[in-house]
Antibody, heavy 122, light 109 residues
Framework: EVQLVESGGVVVQPGGSLRLSCAAS????????MHWVRQAPGKGLEWVSL????????YYADSVKGRFTISRDNSKNSLYLQMNSLRTEDTALYYC???????????????WGQGTMVTVSS | EIVLTQSPGTLSLSPGERATLSCRAS???????LAWYQQKPGQAPRLLIY???SRATGIPDRFSGSGSGTDFTLTISRLEPEDFAVYYC??????????FGGGTKVEIK
């Protein structure tokens, strides 16, 4: 079964740091571009970042650029999001998602995890 | 950045009725790289449509997508009880940076 499982979400103070993880299984992880998407409570979906299958290309939403870093360890079938200088507006459920086709950046997301909740509050 | 505007914000319909959801882009979406997702409370989004009109694996044929350029539509031909949810459009082709629309909630009338 193709599966993504996020972890690492906690309550953190403004200005703090956090690393989210996404464990992948059931597919050849190192063939696929991966994304992070977040959803603030009661709000819509907001794309956060992507990383290509080989880690060679990364992109960020303007709202997180310079504060968040996406990475992956293909030997561990894992995706990460390092979040620094956290703000209250970063409070959200964070999903990792896989694209449909291998070796492409431009594609829809066919598999999503269940999300991990990050709360930034003093 | 391409901005996607979905309308209406809420659609109140009865089971068996036809639902028509709109997604308008601020500039042309290249190669029809437009997708639709369904999200139910407490669940992750589910891919319904990609490439503007192709159904994802396992999606019933009552769901159909159409459009090109800046105007796209998701149609649910006959609403089933399990179709009441929030629907999002997404563009994924005009730059590596993906954008989502604000969502349309389809609720039971």
């Amino acid at each position: 079964e193709v599966q993504l499982v996020e972890s690492g979400g906690v309550v953190v103070q403004p200005g703090g740091s956090l690393r989210l993880s996404c464990a992948a299984s059931g597919f050849t992880f190192d063939d696929y571009t991966m994304h992070w998407v977040r959803q603030a409570p009661g709000k819509g979906l907001e794309w956060v970042s992507l990383i290509s299958w080989d880690g060679g290309s990364t992109y960020y939403a303007d709202s997180v650029k310079g504060r968040f870093t996406i990475s992956r360890d293909n030997s561990k079938n894992s995706l990460y999001l390092q979040m620094n200088s956290l703000r209250t507006e970063d409070t959200a459920l964070y999903y990792c998602a896989k694209v449909q086709q291998d070796f492409t950046i431009y594609d829809a997301f066919d598999i999503w995890g269940q999300g991990t909740m990050v709360t930034v509050s003093s | 950045e391409i901005v996607l505007t979905q309308s209406p914000g809420t659609l109140s319909l009865s089971p068996g009725e036809r639902a028509t959801l709109s997604c308008r882009a601020s500039q042309s979406v290249s190669s029809s790289y437009l997708a639709w997702y369904q999200q139910k409370p407490g669940q992750a989004p589910r891919l319904l449509i990609y490439g503007a009109s192709s159904r994802a694996t396992g999606i019933p044929d009552r769901f159909s997508g159409s459009g090109s350029g800046t105007d796209f539509t998701l149609t649910i031909s006959r609403l089933e009880p399990e179709d009441f949810a929030v629907y999002y459009c997404q563009q994924y082709g005009s730059s590596p940076r993906v954008t989502f629309g604000g969502g349309t909630k389809v609720e039971i009338k």
